[in-house]
């Protein structure tokens, strides 16, 4: 995240994650507090085995 604090511009970036708990770590709340506002996270339900194809889909395509 922080290189893409470094590289991008906009006012706010828009990220969307997993459920996973790392992603809530201590370390990283404290990061994004200082962040001010400036990344936002949106987390797919836990439920969502559809990123499962949307990843599989990523990696054959985008991959080459």
Known sequence: MKNVAA??????IHVVLDN?????????VKWLDKQNGRFVFHFTPTSASWMDEVEIWNGTFLGK
Do not use: D
């Open 20 to 28: 996973a708990s790392p992603h809530l770590s201590v370390e990283t």
């Open 7 to 12: 590289v991008c511009s906009e006012e706010k």
